[in-house]
């Protein structure tokens, strides 16, 4: 079963910061998170990954509570192409990925 | 930048059929995986491989799947009789050792949407 916990579904308005949320709270402490999205029925997509520290890439932000017991992904300038399904996995090297549902975020313009 | 590919995208088979569903990981990549996805249910799991054998399997592999790195490019998924419950996206996907601690990130593949009929 999945280790996390996601809400079903959001709206974020284009334009405009999406803040989808993450429970993990039985995380590891070798365990990193990790956000993947899947657009329909593409393979999953990486954005990025954390382990304590906030990170930064070009296609997001990780913001990682400092108990590590939940996170935040931010798309700080959401597009309708950013319709889709996000995943937070929680993991270490090698292990299979546990998929929830995930959060279907819906990009309005 | 390096992707997973997949072939075929689409692949159509009559129930009992041996298909082989093959995945070219990323060149420098070292685990290689599949999970699949039954039409709208949850990504799942199948199986790891490193070093030319598996690590580590799901529930739902069981006999009638098979992996198989036959040269130092393809992964490949058989299955030997499919079964009409087997029609699902698979999804094929490698990762690099992490270094100094750091973790590894898994690359997903476009996927193999498989029909059996």
């Known amino acids: 079963d999945a280790k996390t916990t996601q809400p079903t579904s959001m709206d974020c308005a284009e334009g405009r910061a999406a803040n989808l949320p993450c429970n993990h709270s039985?995380?590891?402490?070798?365990?990193?998170v990790y956000w993947y999205r899947q657009i329909h029925s593409q393979g999953p997509q990486y954005i990025i990954h954390?382990?304590?520290n906030n990170e930064t890439n070009e296609m997001a932000s990780l913001i990682i509570t400092e108990d590590r017991k939940s996170s935040t992904l931010i798309l700080p300038h959401a597009t309708l192409r950013d319709t889709a399904v996000y995943y937070c996995?929680?993991?270490?090297?090698?292990?299979?990925?546990?998929f929830g549902s995930g959060t279907k975020l819906n990009v309005k313009p | 930048e390096p992707e997973v590919t997949q072939t075929p995208s689409h692949q159509v088979t009559q129930m009992g059929q041996e298909v082989i569903l093959r995945c070219v990981p990323i060149?420098?990549?070292?685990?290689f995986y599949w999970y699949r996805q039954i039409l709208g249910q949850k990504v799942e799991f199948l199986v790891s491989?490193?070093?030319?054998?598996?690590?580590?399997k799901s529930e739902i592999f069981d006999d009638q799947f098979s992996v198989e790195r036959p040269d130092g490019s393809n992964f490949t998924l058989k299955i030997r009789s499919t079964k009409l419950e087997d029609s699902a996206m698979y999804f094929c996907?490698?990762?690099?050792?992490?270094?100094?601690?750091?973790?590894?990130?898994?690359?997903f593949g476009p996927g193999t949407r498989l029909t059996v009929l």
């Open positions: 954390g382990l304590k």
């Open positions: 996995i929680v993991g270490f090297n090698f292990n299979k990925f546990y």
């Open positions: 060149s420098n990549h070292l685990y």
């Open positions: 491989f490193y070093n030319n054998e598996i690590s580590e």
């Open positions: 039985t995380i590891s402490g070798n365990e990193y």
């Open positions: 996907a490698s990762s690099e050792p992490g270094t100094s601690g750091k973790t590894d990130t898994q690359y």
